[in-house]
């Protein structure tokens, strides 16, 4: 048996939102949010098929109306629309993650428990079963998991190397039964990577997931790491980011070559209700062809515009405004999941 998990920009088969409605935390800004995922929604159909989950008839009626019929004749590709009834939005976290297994695609269903039991998470925690019920994977089989693991925490480059941080996969708050080794003997065994890279290091402020690595650092094509700095010395952030930084040298891929790393500038501190928000360059999302970009409106932005373009050549860098998003602490990598092309598998 052969095992391999796919970097994220393998061609796609399809994006996967959730989409936000009244009994999300979104309810306060309900009108912006579900405008926002619908200019998300039509980008994204630009360059791949797009599948959303809503929680009911009406919402699929609506979105059909608003998405699906504002297509143009022949548009090369499709937004399929899926009823499961969800606590919230983000489809990272609680969405499949996909595996090749001797070449067949294999949707892995980890458990997902709200960042610890932070948060109501029994109806998004149902929603992949309930997707592969109503055939809207391409995949043809689902193994469901017993570990708690969320989508943000791990990355991939393609190449059996395993980004991710003690501080989320090691928390008491999702397995804790298991202990290091254990939980690195799973990660192997269901996904085929055999080098686990362990970050101590980097945390942002505000954020729920207990450090993420996807709004951290993040592999990308051409043995590159591309991680959110912070060079402000009177920052909060900057002594961890800075220690991460030094770690992140350290780190080499299963050919023993180091990465070379790409740092991004940190956006000025944005608060709300005296709360700092997880405001990270690095939530970045690959598609076919291009890189959606989160930005907040700050100085800052163009830099981390500059960077993208000069570090990923080959992918177009479309910035999208995610100022909204982080006011539930979360960006844009957070409330999408990619599905790879299964006509591509290596």
Same mark, same amino acid.
């Given at each position: ?173 999702? !397995? ?5 080794? &254990?939980?690195?003997?799973? $990660? %192997?065994? @269901?996904? *085929?990577?055999?080098?686990? =890279? ?40 900057? !002594? ?5 930084? &030094?770690?992140?040298?350290? $780190? %080499?891929? @299963?050919? *023993?070559?180091?990465?070379? =790393? ?53 992918? %177009? ?7 909204? =998003? ?21």
């Amino acid at each position: 048996m052969t095992l391999h998990l796919p970097a994220e920009w393998h061609p796609q088969h399809a994006i996967q939102v959730t989409w936000p409605h009244e009994n999300t935390d979104w309810n306060w800004i309900l009108d912006e949010i579900q405008a926002f995922y619908l200019n998300l929604a039509k980008l994204i159909l630009n360059h791949e098929n797009l599948i959303v989950c809503v929680p009911d008839q009406a919402y699929k009626t609506a979105l059909q109306q608003s998405i699906i019929e504002s297509l143009p004749k022949n548009h090369p590709f499709t937004c399929e629309i899926f009823i499961s009834p969800s606590n919230d939005t983000w489809a990272r976290d609680h969405g499949p993650i996909t595996v090749f297994n001797d070449g067949q695609a294999q949707l892995l269903d980890f458990q997902f428990n709200g960042w610890g039991d932070k948060f109501e998470s029994q109806l998004d925690n149902q929603i992949t079963q309930n997707l592969f019920s109503q055939h809207a994977y391409p995949a043809k089989n689902i193994s469901k998991q017993a570990l708690v693991l969320e989508g943000g925490s791990i990355e991939s480059d393609g190449f059996a190397t395993l980004l991710t941080t003690e501080k989320c996969l090691l928390n008491n708050n999702r !397995n804790p039964e298991l202990n290091k080794q &254990e939980i690195e003997s799973i $990660l %192997k065994s @269901t996904m *085929g990577v055999e080098n686990i =890279l362990w970050l101590k290091h980097g945390d942002l402020e505000g954020d729920d997931t207990d450090a993420h690595i996807d709004t951290l650092a993040r592999i990308t094509p051409n043995n590159q790491i591309i991680f959110q700095g912070c060079n402000n010395t009177q920052d909060s952030h900057f !002594n961890e980011l800075a220690a991460m930084k &030094e770690e992140l040298a350290s $780190l %080499k891929n @299963t050919q *023993g070559q180091p990465f070379k =790393l790409i740092e991004l500038p940190m956006p000025q501190a944005i608060f709300e209700d005296g709360q700092r928000l997880p405001a990270t360059y690095a939530n970045f999302l690959f598609i076919n062809g291009a890189v959606l970009l989160p930005t907040y409106n700050v100085p800052q932005d163009k830099h981390a515009i500059d960077i993208m373009c000069a570090a990923l050549p080959d992918f %177009k860098i479309i910035p999208v405004d995610c100022s909204l =998003l982080i006011r539930q602490y979360g960006s844009l990598h957070c409330i999408t999941m990619q599905i790879p092309d299964l006509s591509d598998s290596l």
